[in-house]
């Protein structure tokens, strides 16, 4: 298994590359991975900076020394992916966001469609944001990255088709695809924009406005998905057909 990876807001170490992971993340490190002399550990910015580490010591209960060497940096992979994800009911927004993040797409933007049930409002709206950017950065530590997936404000359909405009490939999933998207044209380089529906499915307007900028709509299988793993399907499709899961 690969080593654990931690989240740090800079590299700084000392005189010998002797590095101190403290606050939660050390907690985290002592007090509940139980780390100790000798393991290897991979502390990242979550940008796609890290710093392959070998634990030294621990203090207390939330200090963990470690050395570190030199910082590398993981460039970014081509061609990203963006999965544009409607807002599903109760906590199925996260798992969308967990199981994306752990399969290894780039960025995450939620969508307020017009069948959503679930409305990011006002305080509400904050809260959501907050828990799919925690939890992106928690599945990102847990999958090994780093460099975790951006999860942008919440869009309108109107910024959602100004993002497929720009986009190498603009792919919706929807029953009306006469194309599964397993045998869509990829490009090598750019950006991929996949744009997954709400439980009540994409509305013939927004179809109609998502085409008009330049997607199209694709079939992914026979069988019907949740929203909430409609959009890691079709990821995992798409990485492995790019060569990223070569």
Do not use: N
């Not at 740090?8 to 000392?14: I, L, P």
């Not at 939330?62 to 999965?83: G, K, N, Y």
């Not at 006469?178 to 996949?194: F, K, N, S």
């Amino acid at each position: 298994m690969t080593a654990p990876v931690f989240v740090v807001e800079h590299f700084d170490a000392g005189g010998g590359g002797r590095y101190v992971l403290d606050g939660a993340e050390g907690r985290h490190a002592v007090s509940v991975k139980r780390l100790r002399a000798g393991e290897d550990v991979i502390l990242t910015d979550g940008a796609g900076r890290w710093a392959d580490c070998v634990v030294l010591d621990t203090e207390g209960k939330d200090r963990l020394i470690v050395q570190m060497d030199s910082v590398a940096e993981e460039p970014e992979e081509e061609p990203r992916i963006t999965v544009v994800q409607a807002l599903p009911k109760g906590d199925r927004g996260e798992l969308a966001v967990e199981t994306m993040t752990e399969t290894g797409v780039d960025a995450i933007v939620p969508w307020a469609a017009s069948r959503c049930i679930t409305q990011w409002k006002d305080e509400r709206g904050l809260k959501g944001l907050a828990k799919w950017r925690a939890t992106a950065r928690e599945a990102g530590k847990q999958s090994r990255r780093v460099r975790f997936p951006e999860v942008a404000d919440a869009m309108t359909t109107k910024q959602v088709a100004a993002l497929l405009a720009k986009a190498d490939l603009a792919a919706v999933l929807h029953e009306s695809g006469d194309e599964p998207l397993a045998t869509a044209e990829l490009p090598e380089q750019g950006e991929i924009v996949l744009v997954i529906g709400p439980e009540g499915g994409v509305s013939p307007e927004e179809l109609a406005l998502f085409t008009e900028a330049g997607a199209r709509a694709y079939r992914l299988g026979r069988s019907v998905l949740r929203t909430s793993t409609a959009g890691t399907a079709a990821a995992a499709l798409l990485l492995g057909r790019t060569g990223r899961w070569s």
